[in-house]
């Protein structure tokens, strides 16, 4: 273990819309202050690799979520999502990020794990209902209990919709009708309504 500080307060990306660092402190955007509830007291563990404080999820239940706003919305432009992940188990879809509505017409994006090709997979919808996906193939099988580096993103200028794990070779899939922004709710380790597709891990 290294220990290490960051003075959150001065780092900057241009275009970066929300930081939700590791810890109890992520349920407050760094970066515009949005706040996340805790669905069903998910609960904080200090890892005991890193050393550092988790969100976890073990009882399927817990999860982190925001209201619909614009700033998170999907839309015809770039965007990248980025989390760590760690599974414990993979008998079913489990969902990291998501702005995804289960009912409604109301899909916009989601990454996690995908048990059919067994990868770890974004999913994006250009209209709230059709989708298109790209697998983490050169990954492969995304081993259990096992930190694991997401980037996910859509490239609105070259229409293709990408996944890179742990700076690995990237996968890219075409789409060129852009991403639907929707009114689902914003959630880390679900999707919307509260409890779909639940991350088992953290």
């Known amino acids: 273990r290294v220990p290490f500080t960051i003075n959150q307060a001065s780092i900057q990306f241009p275009g970066l819309v929300a930081w939700w660092p590791v810890g109890p402190s992520w349920i407050l955007d760094r970066v515009r202050g949005f706040s996340l ?11 005991e690799k890193f ?17 619909s706003r614009s700033e998170l919305q999907g839309g015809d432009t770039d965007f990248t999502i980025t989390a ?5 188990t993979k008998n079913t879809s489990r969902d990291v990020v998501s702005k995804w509505g289960s009912t ?5 994006y989601q990454l ?6 067994n990868r770890w997979s974004l999913y994006v919808s250009s209209n709230g209902s059709n989708f298109a996906n790209v697998n983490a193939n050169n990954f492969g099988s995304p081993p259990l209990r096992t930190w694991a580096l997401l980037i996910a993103w859509h490239d609105s200028v070259n229409d293709t919709i990408n996944i890179q794990v742990n700076n690995g070779t990237a996968n890219s899939v075409a789409h060129s009708t852009g991403i639907f922004a929707g009114t689902a709710a914003f959630f880390i380790g679900s999707r919307a309504p509260t409890g779909q597709q639940p991350m088992d891990g953290r």
Do not use: H, K, M
């Open 104 to 108: 409604g017409s109301q899909q916009e």
């Open 112 to 117: 996690g794990y995908d048990p059919t090709p």
């Open 51 to 67: 050393g550092i404080v988790t969100g976890y999820d073990r009882n399927l239940s817990q999860s982190w979520s925001t209201p």
């Open 84 to 88: 760590w992940a760690y599974l414990y």
């Open 37 to 47: 509830t805790q669905n069903n007291s998910a609960p904080f563990v200090t890892d």
